[in-house]
Nanobody, 125 residues
Framework: QVQLVESGGGLVQAGGSLRLSCAASGRTFSSYAMGWFRQAPGKDSEFVAT????????YYADSVKGRFTTSRDNAKNTVYLQMNSLKPEDTAVYYCAAVRLGVGVSRDRDQYDYWGQGTQVTVSS
């Protein structure tokens, strides 16, 4: 069982930056690949980024590539999403999630077993 708690969301102007954190409980955090998804009002959930258990592999949605960076600190049981050059279209609730054990990095939300409660990110124009 893994419990995830996101933090770091807020209101920022276009062009600004935010760093989201996702703190995980459980001693096996380092066994899980992790991912970030977001959901804007009236829209489907969207893959944002994923990172392998070691942090050595990362993948991003085209819409955030070059602006967002995900990383992790397994000693702190925490995964991060650094968001730079934010745009109004980045406004959404952001969720971190843990991939099913045995599955590596994934863009498919159906392969994620554990989810945080989400944190709101609002980018004003």
């Amino acid at each position: 069982q893994v419990q995830l708690v996101e933090s770091g969301g807020g209101l920022v102007q276009a062009g600004g930056s935010l760093r989201l954190s996702c703190a995980a409980s459980g001693r096996t955090f380092s066994s899980y690949a992790m991912g970030w998804f977001r959901q804007a009002p009236g829209k489907d959930s969207e893959f944002v980024a994923t990172i392998s258990w070691s942090g050595g592999n990362t993948y991003y949605a085209d819409s955030v590539k070059g602006r967002f960076t995900t990383s992790r600190d397994n000693a702190k049981n925490t995964v991060y999403l650094q968001m730079n050059s934010l745009k109004p279209e980045d406004t959404a609730v952001y969720y971190c999630a843990a991939v099913r054990l045995g599955v590596g990095v994934s863009r498919d939300r159906d392969q994620y077993d554990y989810w945080g409660q989400g944190t709101q990110v609002t980018v004003s124009s």
